[in-house]
């Protein structure tokens, strides 16, 4: 392709490699910033816990250093506050990556990772586990979630493909599939449950991190991981739907493949998450936006950065939400929307006014 | 060898839509498809790029038949610019053109990048759109879109482009900005036409369709003539050469039983 062509345009092309150093140096900030986020969520809460008990804890348990610290305080941190706040962490980045990458596949900037009735599939499960009582004893109420939200996520992707595929179809009949679980969810509660079983449910459903352990911060940390890195993997696929099924076709993309494969993953890192830590809203769906702003359209780059926001603002909002109005803890998908949406607006508000 | 349907048919949505079409574009030259509304040119567009299979016939690339490659190894050779290609991202312009570069990764993303840039820059270039290579999508005109579309697909490297109506929405100086363009690139171009003139200029070759058939097919002046426009258009036309040996389609507002006035196309005759 060498026609010489003789438009005027200047020939010098203006490919920045500093743009590319700016990524790399925020995202490097922003691991730090996730480390150093989970650190200092930690000392937060009624039990005094300092940096410097956090740091001697983690030399400790990791066989680096034999330092005496007291047993409470060694609990404190290494079976209660460290557990959680890393799952927060884990939480943020796979709901903020299930997001971006939803919203990209599905070309709408509303869809977030519940949008094909994962959440409510999820919610249902664990009614029929937790109110019902059935097989509760062997799957328990995670298993539950987890499972009602893969059936949730079959019945849309069955429904989307019997009315002919396509991003709208597949929309509309995860909004069918969501409302057929949530009135499947208020059925059971209102036909069976007792007021004790109602509020630990509308808990459970409103997000909480209370009393995660170390093998739910493992099963999180290892699907979030293997999830970002398939979603990297596909960054260009991501970048390729920008304009449409029909260009990602001409680019090589296999379409319908991809885009099957995609929307699997999600639902898996989605379903996992909300059966430990129940349904975060606000997340998935916004956090993305956020990030595009302030990285760009490009996968390659809005993944990582969407997975360290994420992570860094639900370590934040849990540690907020768990001492906030203590003794009483606020339900973190509470916290979210409402530490989120003025952040937000900030960073809507600063890009419009930025050249 | 190049890009090449045989006898291809295909129904959509239970009507059909390419009726028994064969295409031997000659490589490097340009060929425009015209007809109606309907007559199936982004039909038989979309099973050149693959993106469609015919329900009989084949369409080869380099005798390979089409459904036995890859999409990627589809896409490096034949690139697309469709009509109502849109996008609410908030993408600039360099990064749209880069998007061409994708089937020319590895499944990790590690192409050469200097190569990456460089068809990136030269595809800018082409098109004149290195000034704007750093502006937003949002911020394009009409004709900017459909340049930085055409750059893109540059950027692919293709030895085939296929074009649906690239032309709509242009002003009457970016439609001849864009069609001079491409009909000078060293690539075998396929473009869906409405503009007869502008076919007649540009095209090496025309194909006309009709409910899906191919009803006529050669060279412009060969093909363009007063009763055909009549027939399959359902238009009076006026078909004629200028002083500069250039043929010109006019076209008379109507019913279309006045035709018997029309020139008699056999031998267009300068006017």
């Known amino acids: 392709m060498t026609t010489p062509v003789t438009d005027g345009a200047g020939s010098e092309s203006r490919t920045s490699p500093g743009n590319t150093l700016r990524v790399v140096l925020l995202l490097v900030g922003g691991v730090v910033a996730v480390a150093l986020?989970?650190?200092?969520?930690?000392?937060?809460?009624?039990?005094?816990?300092?940096?410097?008990?956090?740091?001697?804890?983690?030399?400790?348990?990791?066989?680096?250093?034999?330092?005496?610290?007291?047993?409470?305080?060694?609990?404190?941190?290494?079976e209660e506050r460290l557990p959680r706040a890393l799952t927060a962490a884990a939480a943020g980045a796979g709901l903020g990556i299930c997001g971006a990458v939803m919203q990209s596949l599905l070309r709408?900037?509303?869809?977030?990772?519940?949008?094909?009735?994962?959440?409510?599939?999820?919610?249902?499960?664990?009614?029929?586990?937790?109110?019902?009582?059935?097989?509760?004893?062997?799957?328990?109420?995670?298993?539950?979630?987890?499972?009602?939200?893969?059936l949730a996520f079959a019945l849309v992707m069955l429904l989307a493909r019997l009315a002919g595929g396509g991003t709208d179809r597949v929309i509309l009949a995860g909004v069918a599939s969501t409302q057929l679980f949530s009135a499947l969810t208020s059925f059971v509660i209102f036909a069976f449950a007792d007021a004790d079983e109602t509020r630990g449910v509308m808990f459970w459903l409103l997000g909480s991190l209370e009393g995660v352990r170390w093998d739910d911060v493992v099963l999180c940390a290892v699907v979030v991981a293997v999830g970002i890195a398939l979603c990297l993997a596909y960054s260009h696929a991501l970048d390729a739907f920008s304009f449409g099924d029909e260009i990602a076709a001409s680019l090589g993309i296999a379409v319908a493949r991809v885009r099957l494969g995609l929307l699997v993953l999600t639902?898996?890192?989605?379903?996992?998450?909300?059966?430990v830590t129940g349904a975060i809203g606000f997340?998935?769906?916004?956090?993305?936006?956020?990030?595009?702003?302030?990285?760009?359209?490009?996968?390659?780059?809005?993944?990582?950065?969407?997975?360290?926001?994420?992570?860094?603002?639900?370590?934040?909002?849990?540690?907020?939400?768990r001492v906030a109005f203590q003794p009483t803890p606020l339900p973190?998908?509470?916290?979210?929307?409402l530490v989120g949406v003025p952040a937000f607006v900030l960073i809507l508000v600063r890009k419009r006014r930025a050249p | 060898m190049t890009l090449q349907a045989e006898r291809v048919v295909w129904h959509r949505g239970g009507a059909l839509v390419v009726d028994d079409v064969t295409l031997r574009p000659a490589p490097g030259t340009t060929v425009g498809l015209l007809g109606p509304n309907g007559s199936g040119k982004s039909s038989l567009l979309r099973l050149l790029g693959g993106t469609a299979k015919p329900d009989s016939g084949v369409v080869t690339l380099d005798g390979a038949e089409l459904r036995s490659l890859t999409r990627r190894d589809i896409a490096r050779a034949v690139a697309?610019?469709?009509?109502?290609?849109?996008?609410?991202?908030?993408?600039?312009?360099?990064?749209?053109?880069?998007?061409?570069?994708?089937?020319?990764?590895?499944?990790?993303?590690?192409?050469?990048?200097?190569?990456?840039?460089?068809?990136?820059a030269e595809a800018l270039r082409h098109t004149g759109l290195t000034d704007k290579a750093d502006q937003r999508w949002d911020t394009l005109s009409g004709g900017e879109r459909q340049r930085a579309h055409i750059a893109r697909a540059l950027a692919q490297e293709p030895r085939e482009l296929l074009l649906d109506e690239p032309t709509n929405h242009l002003d009457i100086r970016h439609q001849l900005e864009l069609l001079s363009l491409v009909s000078r690139l060293p690539v075998t171009s396929v473009i869906a036409l409405h503009d007869l003139n502008l076919a007649a200029t540009f095209c090496d070759e025309v194909i006309v369709l009709e409910r899906g058939r191919a009803v006529a097919g050669g060279s412009p002046r060969e093909v363009l003539t007063a009763e055909l426009i009549a027939r399959v258009y359902g238009v009076r036309a006026r078909v004629g050469v200028d002083d500069r040996d250039r043929l010109t389609v006019l076209f008379e507002p109507g019913p279309l039983d006045e035709s018997a006035e029309l020139t008699p196309e056999d031998a267009p005759r300068p006017w």
């Open chain 1, 37 to 78: 986020s989970v650190g200092a969520a930690i000392t937060l809460g009624p039990a005094d816990v300092s940096l410097v008990n956090v740091r001697d804890v983690l030399l400790n348990h990791l066989g680096l250093a034999d330092i005496p610290v007291r047993v409470v305080k060694d609990a404190i941190v290494w």
């Open chain 1, 108 to 150: 709408n900037p509303l869809a977030d990772p519940f949008l094909l009735g994962i959440s409510s599939g999820a919610s249902t499960g664990a009614v029929v586990i937790g109110v019902l009582g059935v097989g509760g004893s062997v799957i328990g109420l995670s298993g539950g979630a987890f499972i009602g939200a893969l």
């Open chain 1, 267 to 275: 639902a898996l890192i989605t379903a996992t998450l909300v059966s």
């Open chain 1, 283 to 321: 997340v998935g769906l916004v956090l993305p936006h956020a990030a595009r702003f302030l990285f760009g359209p490009r996968h390659a780059a809005l993944i990582p950065a969407t997975a360290l926001i994420g992570a860094v603002f639900m370590v934040w909002v849990d540690a907020v939400s």
């Open chain 1, 332 to 337: 973190v998908g509470v916290g979210t929307a």
């Open chain 2, 80 to 120: 697309v610019v469709s009509q109502h290609a849109d996008t609410d991202v908030d993408i600039r312009v360099r990064d749209v053109v880069r998007l061409g570069r994708i089937p020319h990764r590895d499944s990790f993303g590690t192409a050469s990048a200097t190569r990456d840039e460089e068809a990136v």
